[in-house]
């Protein structure tokens, strides 16, 4: 499995040939600048909301690379109004085999509107099942005992958590999340690209690896591979 990051909460990740894009800000993102949009795979986008700062590019990306958005029905409705055709409604727990692997939609504790100020639904966090390894990705929400469901359910090979705090949960509350998961790979998103939830990366380190867990930042553009 390969994980490629382009800023802020937004990653590629490939799975057995297929590219999944989680969340992609980057046209507007000042530490994505290198990142080329129209360069990027991509056979899903998965949206978690309906903030701005986690569907910007949806829509370019979308009709440049011909994936399927998989989101929430009321963010399939405002694309489905903007004459997208290309998208599949799910909700949470609701679970879709797709030929990589399987996505199932999960809590998040947070907010959604759509820049245009409809309503975004409820927001969502996605668990990604596949012969190549399992992983949370959590989307924007508050640490959440609801995350305990998601730890019993699979066994989780790592996780995509926010960590930046302000909007989301910090590194104190991703931290005890781990736990929640029961998986001790956590790979940090949304911090830094605002003045809001912008962290101490030394110090995010230093207190997971106290804890005993792992945090893994990824520089943007970087690409790593993950084995099962
Ligand atoms: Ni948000
Ligand atoms: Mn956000």
């Known amino acids: 499995m390969n994980i490629s ?31 080329d949009i129209q360069s990027i795979k991509a056979d899903y986008i998965l949206v978690s909301h309906g903030h701005r700062d986690h569907i910007l590019d949806v829509e370019s990306i979308a009709k440049s690379s011909g994936a399927q958005i998989i989101c929430n029905w009321e963010i399939y409705d405002w694309y489905s109004k903007k004459g997208l055709k290309n998208i599949h409604p799910m909700n949470i727990g609701g679970k879709i085999k797709l030929g990589f692997g399987s996505v199932k939609c999960v809590v998040a504790v947070h907010s959604s509107q759509l820049p245009d100020g409809t309503y975004g639904g409820h927001p969502m966090g996605f668990v990604v099942e596949s012969n190549e390894g399992n992983f949370y990705y959590a989307g924007d929400t508050g640490l959440t005992y609801d995350m305990k469901l998601i730890g019993e359910y699979r066994q989780i090979d790592f996780a995509f958590l926010p960590i930046g705090d302000n909007f989301t949960m910090g590194v104190d509350n991703a931290i005890i999340a781990c736990d929640f998961i029961n998986c001790n790979q956590i790979i940090g998103m949304h911090y830094n690209t605002f003045n809001d939830i912008k962290i101490e990366a030394n110090e995010a380190l230093l207190k997971f690896e106290r804890a005993g867990r792992h945090l893994k930042l990824l520089n943007i553009g970087e690409t790593i591979t993950i084995k099962h």
Do not use: M, Q, R, T
Not at 8 to 20: A, D, P, Q, R, T
């Open 5 to 35: 990051y382009y800023g802020h909460s937004c990653f590629g990740v490939e799975i057995n040939g297929k590219h999944l894009l989680f969340d992609p800000f980057i046209s507007e993102n000042e530490l994505a600048k290198n990142i």
